[in-house]
Nanobody, 121 residues
């Protein structure tokens, strides 16, 4: 069974840093895009950024220059390095990935369970 799991959330003061990890487990024949989303209670889940299988990335304007997404394909893991955190970055962060669980290489959409990030003084 293919799963995604996030880790690394927590509480930090404004200006601080956190690094989130997203690890895929199970039998996986391929992973394409890996994305990070965040959600505040009562609001929609918003895309933060993504990384393609070739390492290319893109981000929403509000995190450009502060957040960096990377991945280690050998470990089936993506990372979200968050620097200069602001109170408005407080949210539950979710990992999302397109993964192929079978040899036919059909890609399916998977989500992690989310990890809380709180930025507060």
């Amino acid at each position: 069974q293919v799963q995604l799991a996030e880790s690394g959330g927590g509480s930090v003061q404004p200006g601080g840093s956190l690094r989130l990890s997203c690890t895929a487990s199970g039998t996986i024949f391929g992973i394409n895009l890996m994305r990070w989303y965040r959600q505040v209670p009562g609001k929609q889940r918003d895309l933060v950024g993504y990384i393609d299988s070739d390492g290319s990335t893109d981000y929403v304007d509000s995190v450009k220059g502060r957040f960096t997404i990377s991945r280690d394909n050998a470990k089936n893991t993506a990372y979200l390095q968050m620097n200069n955190l602001k109170p408005e970055d407080t949210a539950v962060y979710y990992c999302n990935a397109d993964m192929a669980p079978y040899s036919d290489l059909r890609f399916w959409d998977y989500w992690g369970q989310g990890t809380q990030v709180t930025v507060s003084s």
